[in-house]
């Protein structure tokens, strides 16, 4: 009982941040367009986010190593999130919006990697499957992108900072009962840093990674305008968002079942595969509803891909640089990605539409998968021994 009692507020911390992110996935774009902005300028703004994570995620994660606490750190950025929002929301210029974006980002970015820093720790103190504290976050997401989306159809998308500070606020309050992480061991230096920079499977990973991940961010960004350019409305981006998440979520609660079976890799390639294979119908659909239809695929893919690619990058950091080596693998999967698929997918999605990016995505998905097959099968592919890890 005390198990499950310690972990509760760290369920509601995830529940409540991916509730909120969720605003801000699903209908930023709407709102940017809302505001005036094309397809290209979204791209721009989008691509803030990314960029400033790309610099938030390693120094947060180094603060967190440093200090040897996720939790004061959590709790430093979600302030910063409520600040910072409040004030990007009354952002209407271009360049207005772009500059006060990237200080919202820089504290709004690091969150979710922190949080699920904590939630593999805590799986591995406790010897329970990190799935099934991680499914709060998707929990969250889906419930908030389906009560969100019908919310914003019927007061409007110009009033979204509305649940966005409650759930930010939600947040705040749970993250004072969290419980924090314990390392014994000597508080880490910058020159640490270098062994991760030395660390090639790690590195390599993270480059081949890029091409399924940029997919996965484009779609992120533009899936609400494509449904939008198909006919469908600001509550059937929020269904589309729940079904996909409510799939991601179960993906998660069970991994305790399925995860443990094979190498990660074999996860991470197969649901490369699914991810190409989802782009492509994605691209030759006509109908806002086939992608309500085609959502279920999230769990699959991103579900799946997640889950592997984190167990497999903690098995090539060393344990002193966890929360460094998990924010360094967000800053790619997140604000590489996100920064190449905002800009290229917004600058082809206002050139030749939804059905052109995706199937762009699909390819880039194709090719990366071949990569990670070429590999697994190298001695790159393989994991560090567990003795040189320490």
Known sequence: MAKSESLVPLKMLLFSFHASNTVILSFLPLYLQYQGLNGTEIGWVLAVGPLASIFAQPFFGYLSDKYKTVKWVLLICIIGLLIGSTLFFQMNTLISIISMGAVFYFFTTPIGALGDSLAQRRADDLKVPFGSIRTWGSIGFATSALIVGEVLANIGIQYMIIPYLFFGTMALLVVFRLKDVKVDSEPVQLKDVGQIIKNKPFLIFLVLILFITIGHRANDSFIGLYIEQLGGSEGLVGVAWFVGVA????????????FKKYHPLIFIITAGILYSMRWFM????????????????????FGVFYIAAFSYVTRLIPSLLQSTGHLVFFATFFGVSGIVGSLMGGAIFDSFGGGTLYFGMGSLALVGTIFLIVYHVLPYGKEIPSGERS
Do not use: D, K, S
């Not at 994605?282 to 893919?301: D, K, M, N, S």
């Open 247 to 258: 799939t991601e979520a179960a993906m998660f609660a069970f991994a305790g079942f399925w």
């Open 282 to 301: 994605f691209a030759a659909v006509e109908e806002p509803v086939y992608i309500i239809a085609l959502q279920f695929l999230h769990g699959l893919t």
